[in-house]
């Protein structure tokens, strides 16, 4: 006789646990402690099995029904439904985090490549997505994530988000634990960062000044100004800047060997950078290292202890935010101190042209000529370096400018 609600709700334990038949294999079993489960009782190639269903009062007598149907429907096709569920069961586990990271481990990135993905998902994906079986993930609640981004502003933030989901998706895909993308097609959906204009950037030596000036009188983190004042002297790109270690400077020499996979858009076997650092720069590195030195980066993020093992590299807005603050929002970014060096060093200074680019980290001359030379570049980037944290001096001083001597063909 099957089951009615009536009698399943009224199931008694008992001192030995007991089944309670329904129809087609499905059964109460009542538990001493009173517990209630929904079994379904099957024969599999010859052998008997048992496959629990669910757990009763949270799955109804109707709802155990139709999925002990489901099940069978299963059987009829030749599957074994207790196999069948734990693959389901695999999957679920296989959350959005943990494919991401199987995702990053099949890519062949660069150090750097690597690092921004990895802290992409870790700081804006995994939050919201990074528990969720990657196979259940929607187009409604990626695109929920995305607009977190997007009404904060950050939509190049968004944009690369997109395509890091998309890509984890497809990876997804390809091991059978997806059958759809969420990601795609949804680009059209969030807004377009604007096409950049380059990047903002004070050249002339006036408002340079201003600049050098409002960061003296920063009043945030000691971290945050101490990586403009030295960003204002080494004319490193952003993403270096942040990514600058300890292990990389030889204090003894004033020097930094920067890693050839740190640099901007390079692939495969790359030269390391060596960038001699002025006095004024030293300075501000030995100003740090009380508060660094036990750690990795030379400017960790304020928000992470520095040799805690978890230290983090600054984000890649923090900089720019800082300057913002500072009054310099649409006028001058991190980036722009490279653009700053580069014009006032050349116009106001009078140096040597290709000694300005080398200490841009921009490629002069053909590799032979590179190689061969390079002992030679490296003081004359030495000195270039020093006249212009000399001139910087004057700048924040608010002296009248006198213009050093000429390094044009040395």
Known sequence: ?????????????????????????????????????WRMRYTYRGKRRWLTVGVYPAMTLAAARRECRERRELLDAGKDP???RKVSDARTELTFSKV?????????????????????????????????PVGELTSPEVLAVLRIME???????????????????TYAIGEGLLVTNPAVGLSKLIRSPAKSKGHPAAIEADAFAGVLR??????????????????????????????????????????????????????GD?????????????????????????????FPSPTTPSGSGREKTLSEN??????????????????????????????????DPDTIERCLAHLVGTEVSRAYNRGAYIDQMRDVLQRWADYCDVLRSGSNVVLLRSTRGV
């Open 318 to 351: 923090t900089i720019n935010s800082a300057l913002n603050a500072l009054g310099f929002k649409g006028l001058h970014t991190c980036h722009g101190f490279r653009s700053s060096f580069s014009t006032l060093a050349n116009e106001k200074l009078n140096l």
């Open 1 to 37: 006789m099957a089951l009615s609600d009536v009698k399943v709700r009224n199931a008694k334990p008992r001192e030995q646990r007991y089944r309670l038949a329904d129809a087609d294999g499905l059964y109460i079993e009542v538990m001493p402690t009173g517990r209630r489960y």
């Open 82 to 84: 207790l196999a069948e």
């Open 270 to 298: 790359v030269p390391n950078h060596l960038l001699p650092v002025s006095r004024q720069a030293s300075e501000v590195l030995d100003a740090m290292r009380p508060l660094s030195g036990h750690g990795v980066y030379v």
């Open 151 to 169: 009404s904060a502003g950050k939509l190049e933030q968004a944009r690369k988000c997109r395509q890091i989901i998309e890509g984890v998706c």
């Open 100 to 132: 991401a990271e199987r995702w990053l481990d099949a890519q062949e990135l660069g150090t750097r490549t690597r690092r921004d993905k990895a802290a992409r998902i870790e700081n804006h994906l995994a939050p919201h997505l990074g528990d969720r």
């Open 214 to 267: 409002s960061i003296e009188g920063y009043t945030g983190t000691m971290t945050v100004r101490a990586a403009m004042l030295f960003v204002s002297l080494a004319p490193v790109r952003s993403a270096e800047l942040r990514c600058l270690r300890w292990d990389f400077y030889d204090a003894e020499t004033m020097m930094f060997k920067i890693p050839g996979d740190l640099m901007k858009g390079t692939q």
